[in-house]
């Protein structure tokens, strides 16, 4: 059908009707994208990513609600408007409504089971890294960074992607450091599996999150669906006994079959911010300014 102009005019043309009908419909001051019917602009953001978002900012301002089949995403670009979003009390404005759309969509975590233990859950969390214990986490961080390191990194003056290999030895440590060896031993290829299965995963993350739908997200959902059943493996195997994450998962009262969806939101916010950062202040200290101070 999209060989034949004529078709391709008539299906633009009814979505360009269909869109300016629904945005008559909708109460909301955000324009609504013209899009195909149905689909909406499904296919344009899959095709051009944020090329297309851009170009709907240009052509229709700060404010604006692309359709994705029937799933009303609303983009806002205005400064005063982002500074309210952020700064309103929780009594104007609350993330929850997010957060639970992104746990369930990501983490596939019902909303029921995690939400009532959530806070408890990052209480538990918070009050493991206190400052006071960071030295007990370092003792058994740091030979675990040396170890990935000694594997991961060539030697003899080679040149190395700062930002790969970086990100390679963080996440060989944090597994190990939280997970053990039980969950390198629940993949069929060890740690460099789980390793390029997480971030194909990680690399999906944002547009996973949004309302865009996941039957479109092939490569995500098949890295989701590997990682959860290797760390339900693990934890039917072995609970992860004597780790991090086996003490967390215990205390945390989630239903056992919801369990692995935990420990996959606790793998990747081990990643988050951790991997940039650690880049960054590598990055920093290897400036020729600091050369001095390396020896």
Known sequence: MFDNPLATAALLLAGF?????????????????????????VVALGRHGVAFISHARNKFGDVFTVNLASQYMTFVHDPHMIHTFFSAPDSDITFRPAIEHFT??????????FFPKQMAIIADMRSSMAPGALHVHAASLAPAVLRAADELLPTGGA???????????????AVETLFGQQLLDAVPGGAPQLEATFFVFESGFELAASPFPHALQPAFTRARADLLRWLDTA????????????GWMKRSGMRPENLPNMLLSLLWASQANTSPGAFWVLGFLLLPSHLQHSD
């Open 104 to 113: 369930q969509r990501v983490f596939q975590m019902p909303s029921k089971d």
């Open 17 to 41: 009707v269909t869109g300016k009908l629904l945005a008559w419909l909708l109460p909301s001051d955000a324009t609504l994208l013209p899009g195909l019917p149905l689909l909406g602009n």
């Open 235 to 246: 934890r039917r195997t072995c609970g992860f006994e004597n780790t991090h994450a086996g």
């Open 159 to 173: 040149h190395v992607d700062l930002v790969s290999a970086v990100r390679s030895v963080v996440f060989r440590a």
